[in-house]
């Protein structure tokens, strides 16, 4: 698969996600052409029902469209298999749930190595040093050998943004990710996202969140599965 330094990390083009429903054609995504920068901190927001989900699903290649073209980092992912697409997302895509998704009867040093293990991507050796490494990184290098129970809903998140990154992938996706923290709780994560963006990851964030819009380098309103607002490729 071929990689790019085009300044436009993905480029979808075109497209469509439709579903059959009860009165016809449902259209999640419409006629949707979308480019979004390497290396910057964006915000999809929207009510619910409005795409932004099937958007997120679209670009990490969990959903393929209808119609239209998907290229992320110059690999078009919408004409690959199921397997293809399998072992490319877990290298390309880190992604960080609103209820955290770590599992509770391992470690969360071992949360974090899980993505490693499943994707081969690093030696069996340096697994667990870079899983240290991540969760030093995130704030939370001394709650390494704890069972995800024993953490704060901040430090599971911040445990689960490791664990994201842990094949170091290019594209990093959180939906609603502060939904269940309190706002200084909420602060830390968008701080930590921030950072992570000025680093060179490309960091895109569904989020109702309006106190923390001053963080995001573009914002992109949906409404019935299309752009309400441009993004200004700042």
């Not at 480019?35 to 619910?48: E, F, H, N, V």
């Not at 960080?96 to 770590?102: H, K, R, S, T």
């Not at 901040?154 to 959180?174: S, T």
């Not at 921030?194 to 995001?216: C, M, N, P, Q, W």
């Given at each position: 698969?071929?990689?790019?330094?085009?300044?436009?990390?993905?480029?979808?083009?075109?497209?469509?996600?439709?579903?059959?429903?009860?009165?016809?054609?449902?259209?999640?995504?419409?006629?949707?052409?979308?480019?979004?920068?390497?290396?910057?901190?964006?915000?999809?927001?929207?009510?619910?029902?409005?795409?932004?989900?099937?958007?997120?699903?679209?670009?990490?290649?969990?959903?393929?469209?209808?119609?239209?073209?998907?290229?992320?980092?110059?690999?078009?992912?919408?004409?690959?298999?199921?397997?293809?697409?399998?072992?490319?997302?877990?290298?390309?895509?880190?992604?960080?749930?609103?209820?955290?998704?770590?599992?509770?009867?391992?470690?969360?040093?071992?949360?974090?190595?899980?993505?490693?293990?499943?994707?081969?991507?690093?030696?069996?050796?340096?697994?667990?040093?870079?899983?240290?490494?991540?969760?030093?990184?995130v704030g939370i290098g001394d709650q390494?050998?704890?069972?995800?129970?024993?953490?704060?809903?901040?430090?599971?998140?911040?445990?689960?943004?490791?664990?994201?990154?842990?094949?170091?992938?290019?594209?990093?996706?959180?939906?609603?990710?502060?939904?269940?923290?309190?706002?200084?709780?909420?602060?830390?994560?968008?701080?930590?996202?921030?950072?992570?963006?000025?680093?060179?990851?490309?960091?895109?964030?569904?989020?109702?969140?309006?106190?923390?819009?001053?963080?995001?380098?573009?914002?992109?309103?949906?409404?019935?599965?299309?752009?309400?607002?441009?993004?200004?490729?700042?």
């Open positions: 698969m071929e990689h790019t330094n085009e300044k436009f990390l993905i480029r979808l083009s075109g497209v469509t996600k439709t579903f059959p429903v009860a009165s016809g054609i449902f259209h999640a995504l419409n006629n949707m052409t979308l480019d979004i920068p390497r290396g910057q901190l964006m915000a999809i927001t929207g009510k619910s029902g409005s795409g932004k989900s099937t958007l997120l699903n679209i670009i990490s290649g969990i959903d393929k469209p209808t119609h239209g073209s998907v290229v992320v980092d110059g690999v078009r992912i919408d004409t690959l298999s199921e397997s293809e697409l399998a072992s490319w997302r877990g290298i390309n895509i880190g992604v960080v749930f609103q209820f955290f998704q770590l599992l509770p009867t391992l470690t969360i040093a071992e949360n974090v190595m899980l993505p490693m293990d499943f994707c081969n991507r690093y030696p069996a050796k340096e697994r667990r040093p870079r899983a240290l490494a991540l969760l030093q990184h390494a050998d704890k069972l995800p129970s024993a953490l704060s809903g901040g430090q599971q998140q911040r445990a689960a943004i490791a664990r994201a990154l842990a094949n170091d992938p290019p594209v990093l996706m959180a939906d609603e990710p502060t939904g269940n923290l309190d706002s200084q709780t909420s602060t830390a994560i968008f701080e930590l996202f921030a950072g992570l963006a000025r680093l060179g990851k490309t960091v895109i964030i569904v989020t109702h969140e309006r106190d923390f819009a001053s963080y995001f380098e573009n914002t992109m309103a949906m409404a019935d599965g299309k752009m309400v607002t441009e993004l200004s490729h700042a």
